[in-house]
């Protein structure tokens, strides 16, 4: 028997992104990211913190996204959710159970950049 997940939590859509290189006009290799999937999601925000880099204050926050199991997905990806854009950190398949993928995502604030 199959076993049916709730549909409801998966309530917000994010891109996954690859980041791939181009030539540009003038022959030179560019990287640039592209979005490869649109997928249904859940975002839920783990843990937030602020430090110093030096002089400037930075803040980062740690965001959990669920998705589906069977979804391709690795670290070298990233999430765009909004306008906000989270490094995959981690993915976990929650019990080896094959229903679900959890992403642990980090998301620099202030004047940190992915």
């Given amino acids: 028997m199959a076993v049916m997940l709730k549909a409801g939590k998966y309530n917000k859509v994010i891109d996954l992104q690859k980041q791939v290189n181009e030539q540009n006009d003038y022959g030179g290799i560019v990287s640039k990211w592209r979005t490869i999937s649109n997928v249904r999601a859940a975002v839920e925000p783990l843990q937030g913190r602020e430090f110093f880099s030096g002089a400037v204050p930075?803040?980062?926050?740690?965001?959990?996204?669920?998705?589906?199991?069977?979804?391709?997905?690795?670290?070298?990806?990233?999430?765009?959710?909004?306008?906000?854009?989270?490094?995959?950190t981690n993915i976990i398949d929650s019990k080896e159970s094959h229903r679900e993928l959890q992403l642990i995502c980090k998301e620099l604030l202030g004047n940190g950049t992915n």
């Fill in 58 to 88: 930075l803040g980062e926050n740690i965001v959990r996204v669920r998705v589906r199991y069977g979804i391709e997905v690795d670290r070298t990806m990233r999430v765009k959710y909004g306008t906000r854009l989270l490094e995959i």
